[in-house]
């Protein structure tokens, strides 16, 4: 048998403490991905990535440190993901196979959706 009360038999008044200032401010993450979204896109920008992302596949592929190796592979893989996808990020790829066909990158019509 529990014998603990619950918050609301004891009576405890919930005190609302003011998030601190340093919290308040978007991450360095947030900041970056902030500033590629607002800069303008420029042809061919998508060959350059995928070309970046192989190129460093090829020189990390045959290091003798397999540390360097997983980390040339995962951001090789992150690069041509995003070469594939665009700045939309995967959900723009991923809405065409089964799997992702639910994806919606249009967050007014997923709203218009619900209302109905």
């Not at 405890?12 to 590629?36: C, G, R």
Request: net charge positive; with cysteine; hydrophobic share 40%.
């Amino acid at each position: 048998m529990n014998l603990m009360p619950t918050l609301a038999e004891a009576n405890v008044p919930m005190v609302a403490q003011s998030v601190p200032p340093e919290l308040d401010e978007p991450s360095p993450l947030e900041k970056i991905k902030a500033a590629d979204e607002a800069r303008p896109g420029f042809p061919g920008e998508h060959w350059l990535v995928l070309a970046i992302g192989i190129g460093l596949w090829q020189v990390t592929r045959k290091h003798r440190n397999p540390v360097v190796r997983f980390a040339g592979a995962m951001g090789a893989a992150t690069l041509v993901a995003r070469a594939a996808s665009g700045r939309k990020g995967l959900s723009k790829v991923l809405r065409y196979t089964p799997f992702g066909s639910r994806i919606s990158y249009c967050p007014p019509c997923d709203v218009n959706a619900q209302q109905r």
